[in-house]
């Protein structure tokens, strides 16, 4: 059996592995290229994941402890004395705040979900659409050769 080692790029030598086994009309070193572009693809997709979520989530931390802080603020004030006209119009315009702030609060989330797939799903879009060019490739080599 052959012995296999690991590249300076850490991945598994598949050229090493199987170079014994040759199988007419199969580039074994174009396979192996190939699905090393797909795990790096991968790995970029992965990596823009975990920064998208880890994004989201600091900021989802951001906007409690803000929203935390606001609230008490707002509890302070309703305790302060005054005409019930006057606290009930404070009241009316601070619900109006808020409800203002969770809705920008809650679009700024959503966009920055949405731009977190769409940066996932194009390193996956792009690495398959390159895959499908160098199967044509292929192809077009493997025809020509014949």
Known sequence: MAKTGTSDNGFFEMTK??????????DVEAVVATQQKNLEALTQANQLAVEGVRALAQ???EIAQKAFAEASALLREWTQPGAPEERLARNVEVVK???ETGLATARELN?????????????IARR???GFDEMRLYAKKHIAAH
Do not use: N, Y
């Open 111 to 123: 966009e920055m979900t949405t731009k977190a797939s769409t940066d996932v799903f194009s390193v």
């Open 97 to 99: 705040q808020a409800f």
């Open 59 to 61: 900021r989802q931390v």
């Open 128 to 130: 398959m659409s390159q």
């Open 17 to 26: 592995a199987f170079g014994e086994f040759r199988l007419p009309g199969l």
